[in-house]
């Protein structure tokens, strides 16, 4: 009894201990619990820290996330919205947001994330833009990292899907139900091929007794209809610059034949800069895309003015690339 109580005395406020620390202990971490580690930097006005727990899990594992970001003491740093998912992940908590200021003087502010996946298979770490904002001015800079490629395994003992199973013998009438129904689909197909030329002749035939428009017009007239919409005056600027945006991009990619949709902003603005024919354009474009994405990603409030600057760079755009026949 005596040995049972000094052991109650010793070694139950040591494990009481222990277990507060281990509890205390912050979620983030240092750059040892992280097996991906990526820095994107601008000399000394930003750097934009991700960081990924793992890029292997099983589908009971959780994954941390953390994005860090050092600004400059002029600057600051807009994060990217992320939801209650992310690619095929869930989020399942958010850490406190931490602001710090480091030696120099910059701000260094981090947020993390704790991802589960669902099902076993092929997950991504999407790429993350940060924008950097300087006092009085529109916009500065930003920051875009790569995707991270994440596999989640099964946790499932692998023999269970190595068993050799016989396959199932169907009923013998199945086989002449499949015979029939076979027939029957290369009817339906054969039908559908002569229903779909049809069409085909008759959109040609649309298209000849009518003229099609140039693809800057369209893009003119889109302007203009979505002018008229009013949705700045209406206050849905979020609306409204993700039209403009788009309207200008399908306006690039069926005139000078660059695939902006399906791509990140840098990415347009690199092929852009590659190209004979809109490398002379790319800071004027640069200047209208970025102002797009201020408010579409990182939920910036524009003015009004802020949005007559954009319909006029756009505006500019159009006129700058308007084609010889179309009549400006």
């Known amino acids: 009894m005596k040995l049972y109580r000094r052991i109650s005395i010793y070694i139950l406020p040591a494990i009481l201990v222990f277990t507060i620390v281990s509890c205390g202990r912050s979620r983030i971490g240092n750059g040892s619990d992280f097996e991906i580690v990526k820095e994107y930097n601008r000399g000394i006005q930003g750097t934009f820290t991700v960081k990924v727990s793992s890029v292997r899990l099983s589908t009971v594992d959780e994954l941390s996330l953390v994005l860090e970001v050092k600004a400059a003491e002029q600057l600051s740093a ?51 833009e940060i924008f950097f904002l300087e006092q009085e001015k529109d916009f500065s800079f930003s920051l875009t990292s790569e995707s991270i490629a994440v596999e989640v395994v099964s946790v499932l003992p692998p023999q269970l899907g190595e068993q050799d199973i016989e396959e199932i013998r169907g009923p013998i009438g199945l086989q002449k139900r499949m015979v029939l129904w076979t027939g029957i689909g290369g009817i ?45 005056e209406n206050g849905r600027y979020r609306e409204f610059y993700d039209r403009i945006s788009d309207l200008a991009r399908r306006y690039v990619e069926l005139s000078f034949r660059i695939r902006a949709p399906e791509q990140t902003t840098e990415e347009f603005l690199q092929q852009v800069r590659e190209s004979k024919a809109l490398a002379e354009f790319a800071p004027l474009l640069e200047e209208f895309l970025f102002s797009c994405d201020l408010v579409k990603f990182a939920r910036y409030r524009p003015r009004v003015e802020d949005a007559q600057k954009t319909v006029h760079t756009c505006e500019k755009f159009l006129m700058k690339t308007a084609p010889k026949e179309v009549d400006v």
């Open 188 to 232: 339906l197909l054969a039908a559908s091929g002569v229903g779909l030329l049809y069409a085909r002749r008759r959109l040609r035939v649309f298209h000849s007794e009518g003229k099609a428009l140039h693809p800057w017009e369209k893009a003119w007239n889109e302007l203009d209809s979505l002018l008229a919409m009013k949705l700045i």
């Open 78 to 128: 807009v994060f990217p919205e992320i939801g209650d998912s992310l690619d095929e992940f869930r989020v399942v908590d958010r850490g406190r947001e931490i602001r710090r200021l480091d030696r120099e003087r910059n701000l260094v502010t981090t947020r993390s994330y704790t991802l589960e996946p669902f099902l076993s298979g092929d997950y991504v770490i999407p790429q993350f």
